[in-house]
């Protein structure tokens, strides 16, 4: 069974950073290129970043690239998503996702406000 765990939301102020992690189960995790995207309230999900298998090719939307960074750590079965200089408009649920499921996680809740 495939299952997401992320964690690492929080509420921070604009200009601050989070670390988000997110550890997955039920597949082969170092063969799975992975993804993380967000929700914001009322808007659709929207892609955010995505690694490779070895993590050495990385990519991200326009609206986060400079910003955050992705990485992960294929023995612990984990993803990051680390975030700088975040703004309100980064305020969503963030999940990972690997690249070739449908499964979805929970997701961790990003506030960003005074």
């Known amino acids: 069974q495939v299952q997401f765990v992320e964690s690492g939301g929080g509420l921070v102020q604009p200009g601050g950073s989070l670390r988000l992690s997110c550890t997955a189960s039920g597949f082969i995790f170092g063969a799975a290129v992975m993804k993380w995207y967000r929700q914001a309230p009322g808007k659709e999900r929207e892609y955010v970043a995505r690694?490779?298998?070895?993590?050495?090719?990385?990519d991200y939307a326009d609206s986060v690239k400079g910003r955050f960074t992705m990485s992960r750590d294929n023995a612990k079965r984990t993803v990051f998503l680390q975030m700088n200089n975040l703004k309100p408009e980064d305020t969503a649920v963030y999940y990972c996702?690997?690249?070739?499921?449908?499964?979805w996680g929970q997701g961790t809740q990003v506030t960003v406000a005074d």
């Open positions: 996702k690997a690249d070739k499921s449908d499964t």
């Open positions: 690694i490779d298998t070895t993590g050495r090719r990385r």
